[in-house]
């Protein structure tokens, strides 16, 4: 970023540092915390692939973001790795200086083939979605599409390839699979991978979520101190949305997000991008702008460059903060699975 440029910022005085890139609105499996399948069955409509950004218009956009200051970018979906060709989007975003981190959000189903692909084009690290490695509990809660063992060779394939450090995210819903989050956090403790326990969230509009299915981050580090005791550490980088534990025996750390509990809206440094090129400013967002139009429409780089400056210089969210005062969670608000967790 040029550094005679003052750094960009929203209303809230928050800077622009990280941006989520959706490449697909579906995905191969139906949990049903973000993409129940009584809502998203084989009758349901997804975006067409004329619809979609293409890859040298997601490239194009992403130097302007890497320009006003973001360092981060995450492929997410749906499934990322259900776009077809999606290493070749990997290499041309790999190629934009001032990259600092380029990560993929994963189910792990597809990565045995993808992974060696994917390393080689640039990218750093995976992060990994399992909730459970118990498999009547996991199969639950991915709608019956994926064994555990096939998310663990998943990871395997991305260890080989060293898509590393490994992160797994955890969706925890009491009742559900809190039961067997020791179980897990053991598990990744022994492997070397990064847990990152996420407390269950209002997600879209379809995932029938209740406060009373939300397991506090301060019971999941409880439950897990009380058998693997825990010390809390720093954030690595401002606007990093984990509570950071390490184990007191130095084997490793985990995280916990926090977001209903103990809301980060402040110090949120993350911008959105739908598969279809609208920019959304907060997870729980109802409003963007669509960056597609001007695309098509041959814009020009400083046009388009004032669009996305506009859009994040008008930021305001903060919906994990007033979620608690209001007497019923925001309707109509975008779905997870259309621009990434």
Same mark, same amino acid.
């Given at each position: 970023?040029?550094?005679?440029?003052? %750094?960009?910022?929203?209303?809230?005085?928050?800077?622009?540092?990280?941006?989520?890139?959706?490449?697909?609105?579906?995905?191969?499996?139906?949990?049903?915390?973000?993409?129940?399948?009584? @809502?998203?069955?084989?009758?349901?409509? @997804?975006? $067409?692939?004329?619809?979609?950004?293409?890859?040298?218009?997601?490239?194009?956009?992403?130097?302007?973001?890497?320009?006003?200051?973001?360092?981060?970018?995450?492929?997410?979906?749906?499934?990322?790795?259900?776009? %077809?060709?999606?290493?070749?989007?990997?290499?041309?975003?790999?190629? /934009?200086?001032?990259?600092?981190?380029?990560?993929?959000?994963?189910?792990?189903?597809?990565? $045995?083939?993808?992974? $060696?692909?994917?390393?080689?084009?640039?990218?750093?690290?995976?992060?990994?979605?399992?909730?459970?490695?118990?498999?009547?509990?996991?199969?639950?809660?991915?709608?019956?599409?994926?064994?555990?063992?096939?998310?663990?060779?998943? /990871?395997?394939?991305?260890?080989?390839?060293?898509?590393?450090?490994?992160?797994?995210?955890?969706?925890?819903?009491?009742?559900?699979?809190?039961?067997?989050? &020791?179980?897990?956090?053991?598990?990744?403790?022994?492997?070397?991978? &990064?847990?990152?326990? &996420?407390?269950?969230?209002?997600?879209?509009?379809?995932?029938?979520?209740?406060?009373?299915?939300?397991?506090?981050?301060?019971?999941?580090?409880?439950?897990?101190?009380?058998?693997?005791?825990?010390?809390?550490?720093?954030?690595?980088?401002?606007?990093?949305?984990?509570?950071?534990?390490?184990?007191?025996?130095?084997?490793?750390?985990?995280?916990? /997000?926090?977001?209903?509990?103990?809301?980060?809206?402040?110090?949120?440094?993350?911008?959105?991008?739908?598969?279809?090129?609208?920019?959304?400013?907060?997870?729980?967002?109802?409003?963007?702008?669509?960056?597609?139009?001007?695309?098509?429409?041959?814009?020009?780089?400083?046009?388009?460059?004032?669009?996305?400056?506009?859009?994040?210089? %008008?930021?305001?969210?903060?919906?994990?903060?007033?979620?608690?005062?209001?007497?019923?969670?925001?309707?109509?608000?975008?779905?997870?699975?259309? /621009?990434?967790?």
């Amino acid at each position: 970023m040029d550094q005679l440029q003052p %750094q960009l910022q929203d209303r809230l005085a928050r800077p622009l540092r990280d941006v989520r890139i959706s490449v697909t609105d579906r995905c191969n499996f139906r949990c049903p915390y973000c993409m129940p399948a009584e @809502f998203f069955g084989e009758h349901f409509h @997804f975006l $067409p692939r004329e619809d979609l950004l293409q890859f040298e218009e997601i490239t194009r956009l992403a130097r302007f973001f890497v320009k006003l200051g973001a360092v981060k970018l995450r492929l997410t979906g749906g499934e990322p790795l259900m776009r %077809q060709q999606i290493e070749r989007l990997v290499a041309m975003l790999s190629g /934009i200086e001032g990259v600092g981190d380029l990560a993929l959000t994963t189910n792990g189903y597809l990565l $045995p083939e993808k992974a $060696p692909a994917l390393k080689e084009a640039g990218l750093h690290r995976v992060t990994v979605s399992l909730d459970s490695l118990d498999d009547a509990v996991f199969r639950r809660m991915n709608g019956g599409k994926s064994s555990v063992e096939r998310v663990l060779q998943g /990871i395997q394939a991305a260890e080989r390839a060293a898509l590393t450090p490994i992160k797994i995210n955890a969706v925890v819903q009491r009742g559900v699979n809190d039961h067997t989050l &020791i179980d897990l956090a053991r598990y990744c403790k022994d492997q070397g991978y &990064i847990l990152r326990l &996420i407390e269950y969230m209002d997600v879209g509009n379809q995932n029938g979520w209740r406060m009373d299915q939300v397991l506090s981050a301060d019971e999941m580090a409880a439950r897990i101190d009380a058998v693997m005791p825990l010390e809390p550490i720093e954030a690595n980088y401002q606007g990093e949305v984990a509570l950071r534990f390490r184990y007191r025996d130095g084997g490793g750390e985990l995280g916990m /997000i926090a977001s209903v509990t103990k809301p980060f809206c402040g110090s949120c440094t993350r911008l959105r991008l739908s598969p279809e090129g609208k920019l959304f400013t907060c997870l729980f967002g109802t409003h963007s702008t669509d960056l597609r139009e001007p695309l098509r429409a041959g814009v020009t780089d400083a046009d388009l460059e004032s669009i996305v400056r506009g859009t994040w210089g %008008q930021r305001a969210d903060r919906y994990s903060e007033v979620r608690a005062q209001l007497k019923q969670p925001r309707s109509h608000k975008v779905e997870m699975h259309h /621009i990434g967790g």
